[in-house]
């Protein structure tokens, strides 16, 4: 089945660790995204990237780094130096809808971190 | 993008259609209206978009105001499983790129 696979679903990390959360598209979409949700609060961009080997900063992107080696694959590196990365991540890919009716993002089941 | 306003929550009784309203009132002539929801702990889930016209898909309706200002969603029969929280969203038609801004969104809670 087409989709976008988050993993793991739950991660625990020790303060100090570096931690990534993998992120793989078999939706051959261009541009892929990761946002932060904290509780009761909407999305914050973290990085998007728009083709293999580019990739830009989010809102929130301190703290976090991303590299697109391959058009399927957007892994996400929570480093020791995000002071509160607790939180539900969110992977999304898109592509632009070629009848011109704009572009829809498609969002992965996410993963939540927990520092202990 | 344009900013969107939404109800913070609102009730529907199950098998009567739920109305979702947003507001949108400086969107701008190539920006689309989106909505998704999300249930707890899941990833957003597209529902539908449009431009201008009215929409319907498998799912729901979507009705923009003929000045764009505002639109809502309509769930036609609601069931327990559309609790959820959702999100109205107003983006412009570029390339694949374009980066997406949730506000908090509304959410629905349906009433056996």
């Known amino acids: 089945d087409g989709g976008i696979t988050q993993s793991p679903k739950y991660l625990f990390r020790k303060e100090g660790q570096n931690v990534t959360l993998s992120c793989e598209q078999n939706l051959n979409h261009d541009a892929m995204y990761w946002y932060r949700q904290d509780p009761g609060q909407g999305l914050r961009l973290i990085y998007y990237s728009q083709i293999v080997n580019d990739f830009q900063k989010g809102d929130i992107a301190e703290g976090y780094s991303v590299s697109r080696e391959k058009k399927e694959s957007f892994p996400l590196t929570v480093t020791s130096a995000q002071k509160n990365p607790t939180a539900f991540y969110l992977c999304?890919?898109?592509?632009?809808?070629?009848?011109?009716?704009?572009?829809?993002?498609?969002f992965g089941e996410g993963s939540w971190l927990t520092v202990v | 993008d344009a900013k969107t306003t939404q109800p913070t929550s609102m009730d529907c009784a199950e098998g009567r259609a739920a109305n979702l309203p947003c507001n949108h009132s400086?969107?701008?002539?190539?920006?689309?209206v989106y909505w998704y929801r999300q249930i707890h702990s899941q990833g957003p889930q597209y529902i539908i978009h449009?431009?201008?016209n009215n929409e319907t898909n498998e799912m729901a309706s979507l009705i923009i105001t003929e000045d764009r200002k505002s639109s809502t969603l309509i769930l036609p029969h609601a069931t327990l499983r559309d609790t959820a929280v959702y999100y109205c969203?107003?983006?412009?038609?570029?390339?694949?790129?374009?980066?997406?801004?949730f506000g908090s969104g509304t959410q629905l809670t349906v009433l056996p």
């Open positions: 449009g431009l201008k």
């Open positions: 999304a890919s898109s592509i632009f809808d070629r009848r011109g009716r704009g572009n829809t993002i498609y």
């Open positions: 969203i107003v983006r412009s038609l570029s390339g694949s790129a374009r980066q997406l801004t």
């Open positions: 400086t969107i701008s002539g190539n920006e689309y």
